[in-house]
């Protein structure tokens, strides 16, 4: 670890505020102490860990912090930013404006022990998704249930195309560098507001509908029938769109014929 020179506290709340360290070139340091500081450095010595969090930070290490029932287990992604989430069986993959919010909740667990602020986190992202168990029996409902398939991300279309549990649509490996489209009538135009794949304007409300799966009836949400239309768009989206050229060049990587756009 780090050698932690001086802390300065907050006069009111007596919360630190800042460290100061010698660098490995022996130069001293002043670093704020937000979350992700305070598990890397752990200016206080609160960690149970030799060496901070530094190897979950460089993506290498995931992190059980309640082994009971519910298991709660945070990991990183490629996306220095986003982060996975476990809470009992289910998991969901945070985005960038939760990033704050994880490693808040996260501290609070490694030093505190309290997976309160990471668990109410997981039900409101969850709460914004599909109800994945009742999806995942729709997926035979289309023409080629074989060019769908389902992971923990959301349904991949030609395994390629991939509409996440919020109803979002990406490509499997999405690089939030790149360029992102969004659909103006007959034309892709890119566009800086939007990190989806392509962005479809949905104009009005999406009408509810009630659909029978064994016997039983289930009304689907507004979200769960975006999800739903999502999938279908993708499955028809030289119709959709006849931009050969755009789709041509796409349709590289999906398990389709990048001429004729049929499966393989």
């Known amino acids: 670890m780090v050698e932690v020179l001086d802390r300065s506290y907050n006069y009111n709340s007596g919360e630190l505020e800042q460290f100061l360290i010698l660098t490995d070139s022996g130069q001293p340091r002043t670093i704020q102490a937000s979350p992700e500081n305070v598990l890397l450095y752990d200016p206080e010595n609160e960690l149970p860990f030799d060496n901070g969090l530094q190897s979950f930070f460089d993506g290498e290490t995931a992190l059980v912090l309640q ?75 289309f023409d080629d249930p074989s060019r769908l398939s389902h992971t923990n991300r959301g349904w991949l279309v030609d395994d390629l195309y991939l509409v996440n549990w919020n109803a979002s649509m990406y490509t499997l490996h999405n690089d939030p560098d790149e360029p992102d489209y969004e659909r103006h009538g007959n034309t892709i135009q890119e566009t800086g507001g939007s990190r989806e794949f392509v962005k479809l304007p949905v104009r009005g409300d999406i009408p509810s509908k009630s659909v029978r799966i064994d016997g039983d009836e289930y009304e689907l949400s507004e979200r769960e029938m975006l999800f739903l239309m999502k999938i279908k768009w993708l499955l028809n989206r030289r119709e959709k769109h006849s931009d050969l050229v755009f789709w041509k060049w796409n349709d590289k990587f999906a398990s389709v014929d990048e001429m004729t756009g049929e499966p393989l």
Not at 80 to 95: A, Q
Not at 114 to 140: A, G, H, P
């Open 67 to 141: 082994e009971s029932d519910p298991t709660v287990m945070v990991a990183p992604t490629s996306n220095i930013h986003c982060y996975i989430l476990r809470v009992g069986d289910n998991t969901v993959e945070t985005t960038g404006s939760d990033s704050e919010s994880v490693l808040r909740g996260l501290k609070e667990a490694v030093i505190g022990n309290d997976v309160s602020r990471l668990c109410e986190l997981f039900d409101r992202i969850l709460s914004q998704q599909v109800r994945r168990d009742i999806i995942n029996m729709l997926i035979t409902s």
